[in-house]
């Protein structure tokens, strides 16, 4: 890039990030008055409005693009190649629960290395500089010489199963076998979820959900009491968390009056226990593998009992490669489903639905929808000199497709691919519902009906 056109990008920037600035400003105050005004109706606190949201993502998407600007490239470059030790320094702090443990110290004292060590086990000199590195990013504070506090963003470390469900070995140790599967001349064409990278980091031929099943069957739990299942089910339940307020909130549900809705692969049914929170027209019936389907009652038992007494959810061992055997349910739901298969067996999973529909059911796939760099006409396009789908903005969504591709050779999809895989399938996409989080709801309907 010339110097001139360099100038004249980061000078666009920095009106933009001005502009987006005095958004959340504006949106930060008025959620200020909200509290304040107890007479207000109150909005669900982790979800922003609209504005809050679009003016984020230009924020961190032209923040993104400052630094590539700025920065040197091959510093760029070497940060990150560099980027997986951060990555690993969190997974150490997350194992080690040191927020946790911070959690329990004089917030502005914080606790020396010494006494962390105490509690977690970790020798003293080498804790102090994974948390250093973490530090950089206010992912903890060092408040002074080898004293540590949580700061607002660790303190979201506090109890979090999906951090450590995130940072689970699976997934770790399969990305580090990504590229040899990819220049393998016969794996990198393979699109069997049973020639990934998962299966070269453990030598098996099992799926991930297989295996986890196999090595949890009798096995001693981990030293926190937890099996390699009960981490992913609770890491995928505590993951709902983050998403579920805008899936909640972002779809029409509160218009569809009594529904049944068949949660397919539900796992513990998370999705499907914040929507019967919400919307008491709505009752469920949650398929999965047996062995899920034991945890899943647990879960609802503890957390929604009421639902279970008045018998607005059931569940039903079912393998979503079979027939489906609930006929003519008004929604069946595809929760973080599809992006696990690829198209082949995500075909035949829609078709096994579609042979199941009414003329109005309809399928939800909440799946992050990807929005590329080119941008797509079904999304909304960033401004200008931000790339269209919100540079940085967007990583997450980038890194999530790579961990499908690296667990499953699976991939969250465009617009397009998911036009494709109904179109197979005797379907239509109808809308794609953009949610205010990562994930969107794609509603597909009949393609033989005409709406
Ligand atoms: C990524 S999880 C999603 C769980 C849940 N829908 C959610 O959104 O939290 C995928 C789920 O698919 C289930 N699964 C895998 N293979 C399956 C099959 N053949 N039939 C039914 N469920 C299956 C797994 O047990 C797991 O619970």
């Known amino acids: 890039m010339s110097s001139r056109s360099k100038t004249d990008q980061l000078r666009s920037l920095l009106r933009l990030l001005n502009d987006a600035a005095n958004t959340i400003l ?3 105050e008025a959620e200020e008055q909200i509290i304040l005004d107890s007479s207000q109706p109150v909005t669900h606190p982790s979800v922003p409005t609209a504005e809050l949201f679009e003016a984020r993502r230009i924020f961190l998407g032209a923040c993104g693009m400052c630094i590539d600007i700025v920065q040197d490239p091959l510093i760029r470059l070497t940060e990150v190649v560099f980027s997986h030790l951060t990555a690993a320094a969190l997974r150490v702090a997350a194992e ?3 927020a946790d443990i911070l ?74 076998k990504l590229s040899a599967v990819l220049f393998d001349p016969i794996k990198t064409k393979s699109t069997s979820p049973r020639e990934t990278a998962f299966q070269e980091a453990f030598a098996t031929t099992m799926t991930l ?43 029409p549900w509160g218009d569809l009056g009594p529904c049944l809705v068949i949660d397919v692969g539900g796992g513990v049914g998370g999705k499907s226990l914040e929507l019967a929170k919400h919307y008491p027209n709505l009752r469920f019936i949650i398929q999965d593998r047996e062995d899920v389907l034991v945890q899943a009652h647990a879960v609802w038992h503890r957390d929604y009992p009421a639902a279970l007494a008045a018998g607005r959810v059931a569940f039903m061992p079912h393998d979503f490669f079979t027939k489906q055997t609930v006929i003519g349910a008004d929604i069946y739901l595809l929760g973080n489903i599809l992006h696990d298969w690829p198209d082949d067996e995500c075909v035949t999973i829609l078709k096994n639905l579609r ?40 990583h997450y969504a980038a890194t999530r497709t790579l961990s499908m591709l690296t667990l499953f050779n699976g991939t969250e999809r ?38």
């Open 26 to 28: 504006t949106e930060w």
């Open 96 to 98: 080690a629960r040191i």
């Open 103 to 176: 959690a329990k110290a004089d917030p502005n004292e914080g606790l020396s290395i010494k006494e962390i060590t105490r509690q977690c086990g970790i020798q003293d000199w080498k804790l102090v500089r994974v948390l250093r590195c973490l530090c950089g990013l206010n992912i903890f504070a060092e408040t002074r010489n080898e004293c540590f506090i949580n700061t607002p963003t660790s303190h979201q470390l506090v109890g979090n199963e999906q951090l450590r469900f995130n940072s689970s070995m699976e997934m770790s140790a399969a990305s580090a």
């Open 209 to 251: 959900w297989e295996y986890l099943e196999h090595v949890s069957k009798g096995s001693s739990a981990s030293s926190l009491g937890q099996t390699p299942l009960d981490i992913w089910t609770t890491g995928m339940t505590a993951g709902a968390q983050v998403e579920l307020p805008t899936l909640c909130m972002d779809y």
């Open 355 to 394: 042979q199941a529909m009414k003329l109005d059911s309809r399928i939800l796939v909440i799946d992050q929808v990807v929005h590329t760099t080119v941008g797509s006409p079904s999304m909304k396009t960033a401004p200008p000199p931000l790339l269209p789908n919100y540079g940085y903005a967007s």
């Open 414 to 451: 465009t617009p397009e691919e998911l036009e494709a895989l109904a179109a197979q399938s005797g379907l239509k996409v109808m809308k794609i519902w953009e949610c205010r989080s990562m994930a969107y709801i794609t509603e597909l309907r009949r393609a033989d009906v005409v709406m």
